[in-house]
């Protein structure tokens, strides 16, 4: 009898290499991210750390005069860091209950038709590019806000004027770029809230908006903790947006100066920046690494408690 | 009798009209912004779109503006970084969903995963400038932006194609495999295609994202405005990767910084058209995928 070649075992062998193959390139895939992460983090320590070494981490830190290019140079970058948790902060003390009220009306008050249009219209939002709120902030916020200065200022001859580019006009941009993420993310969060509750709650007597701050929020909390923790994210790492529009002096983030973040210190600096200047900028790019990382770390510890709580 | 508690008359509450008021007044706030972005990018932009601003570079013989560079840059930066990171993304979340095991492995994955999800761009811009462009070697050049755009899409990709295979149901499964398919071969015949749509909507979710990019672009893929030499025989079309090149996003934070404003609403208002157009291509996958599920 001749030899069959072809039985259904007989290629099981180049089969078998094929299978064995596939299963080792996506477990390879899988691992790009974590190499991805590991690299950069690494990175950003090697890049960040020998500045530190070299200037100081005190005099860096809680330095406040920032003059790389002077003929006696000073790194302090107090203020940049300030700056960047005050401006994060007011960003968020405007945004955060706009876009919540936003979310209620999307999710619970609005009439089906405008919610319709509406969501849409927020999604884009999400996607226009942060330049272009830029711009916007250039051309309509920093007149209006110059207008607003020289009111303020018109008999404090101390004041320097910033022409409009100032710590409130970069709020209010970031202000509207958070939006976007906290009414998408508090929407659902409050669509996902069991009927059974608003139903028991109306039937118990409450109003509609008793319901709604008393039952429904209360009950979506941990979602809308997590839009906010997305928000904080968002406008921490924010850069080219607010570059132009925050006026890029590095000084104490009072409402009208005209200040520095984070991230527009490198956006600034770092295509002429050289040596010991750069390396401190490396030295922020690895603050800001930093702020991210406990963002993450705390969102993620969040996810999980609300997991637990839909459990 | 006078019976002010009775059921049928409700207590008038102020607060109640006061939260009202307030929930209408944010709302209408949010659509005003919305609103007046999008409408004064528009009303400002439309005047510099011009054929001659989208098809010639600008030229300062003949004192013209033109974006044609921008948007072939643009293109290259599309096209190289879907091309390193869809095979990448798709690979990682069959892993995730069919081949892994639940445990730290997969948790550690799904962690970093969010992580660079998290990470601004202008750090991911840090480090392509040292990694890609210093380390490797590769200065300033598209490749560079490429390389580094790749990592901020990778958790897009993965995500999207992650929540497509979810959603095959485990009967395609188990029937391919009972009837004999080999694991590569039922992924290859039957999940992939049933998950394609999952798959597109996260790479024009990456489009958008690439488009609207720009911190991580200013220190990896430069600047640069004009076209690529074709050279004898198209070789100049690939010599184009190694060069650096501007994308839309970053000619007009250029221009806005040259505070050549009118420049810098055409390029606003030429990304919001895009911008829109993929937005609208999303809904109308993620629909057709909905449709499907419910089928």
């Given amino acids: 009898m001749n030899k069959m070649s072809f039985s259904i075992i007989g290629s099981n062998k180049n089969k078998k290499s094929i299978e064995k193959a596939a299963s080792i390139i996506f477990t390879i895939c899988a691992f790009f991210g974590v190499l991805a992460v590991f690299s950069i983090s690494i990175y950003m320590i090697v890049s960040g750390t020998p500045a530190i070494f070299e200037v100081g981490l005190k005099e860096i830190i809680f330095g406040t005069v920032w003059k790389p290019n002077a003929a006696y140079p000073s790194y302090g970058i107090f203020y940049v860091i300030l700056t960047s948790i005050v401006g994060t902060f007011m960003a968020i003390l405007i945004g955060v209950p706009i876009g919540i009220m936003t979310a209620i009306f999307l999710a619970e008050t609005a009439p089906k038709p405008l919610a319709a249009i509406v969501k849409p219209a927020v999604e884009l939002l999400a996607g226009i590019p942060s330049v272009i709120y ?102 921490i790492g924010e850069a080219m947006a607010i570059s132009l529009v925050a006026g890029n002096g590095a000084n104490i983030p009072l409402p009208f100066n005209s200040v520095r973040f984070l991230t527009t210190a490198v956006v600034a600096e770092m295509s002429y920046a050289t040596d010991t200047h750069k390396r401190v900028l490396f030295t922020i790019g690895l603050i800001l690494f930093a702020f991210i990382v406990i963002i993450n770390i705390i969102l993620n510890k969040m996810m999980k408690g609300g997991n637990v709580d839909a459990k | 009798m006078q019976n002010n508690n009775s059921l049928y008359h409700k207590k008038a509450r102020p607060i109640d009209k006061v939260a009202h008021t307030l929930i209408y007044l944010c709302a209408s706030l949010s659509i005003i912004l919305l609103v007046g972005i999008v ?137 391919a495999l009972g009837i004999g398919a080999t694991k590569w071969y039922m992924i290859r015949t039957i999940l992939l295609p049933s998950a394609m749509p999952g798959i597109i909507t996260g790479i024009i979710l990456s489009i958008g994202r690439i488009v609207g990019e720009s911190a991580a672009l200013l220190f990896t893929s430069g600047s640069g405005y004009l076209l690529p030499k074709f050279g004898e025989y198209g070789e100049g079309l690939f010599k184009k990767i190694l060069q650096p090149g501007g994308t839309l996003t970053i000619e007009l934070y250029l221009s806005m910084e040259k505070a050549k404003y009118d420049t810098a609403f055409g390029i606003a208002f030429v990304l919001l058209v895009i911008v829109l157009g993929i937005n609208m291509l999303t809904k109308y996958l993620s629909s057709k995928l909905n449709v499907e599920k419910k089928s």
Wanted: proline letters at 4%; zero cysteines.
């Fill in chain 2, 39 to 175: 409408g004064y990018v528009a009303y400002r932009g439309i005047s510099s779109i011009s054929w001659e601003f989208l098809t010639t570079v600008p030229s300062a013989l003949k004192q013209t503006v033109g974006i044609a560079g921008n948007i072939v840059n643009t293109l290259y930066i599309i096209i190289i970084t879907l091309i390193i990171a869809v095979p990448f993304g798709v690979g990682s979340a069959i892993y995730l969903n069919e081949y892994a095991k639940h445990g730290r492995l997969v948790r550690l994955i799904e962690f970093t995963t969010e992580t660079l999800s998290g990470i601004p761009s202008i750090v991911f811009g840090l480090f392509g400038y040292v990694f890609f462009g210093v380390t490797l070697g590769l200065g300033y050049s598209i490749l560079t932006g490429a390389l580094t755009l790749t990592l901020i899409i990778l958790p897009l990709i993965t995500r999207n194609t992650q929540e497509a295979l979810k959603t095959v149901p485990d009967s395609y499964r188990s029937g």
């Fill in chain 1, 134 to 235: 830029g711009l916007l902030g250039v051309l309509i916020l920093n007149p209006i806000m110059y207008k607003i200065e020289l009111a303020i200022f018109k008999d404090s001859p101390n004041h320097q004027f910033t022409g409009g580019s100032n710590l409130l006009s970069a709020v209010i941009v970031l202000a509207i770029m958070i939006l976007p993420t906290v009414i998408n993310i508090s929407e659902s969060a409050i669509r996902a809230v069991q009927k059974d509750y608003k139903q028991a709650s109306l039937a118990l007597g409450a109003t509609h908006i008793q319901t709604i701050f008393r039952v429904i929020l209360p009950a979506a909390k941990s979602g809308i903790v997590t839009a906010i923790v997305l928000g904080v994210g968002r406008a």
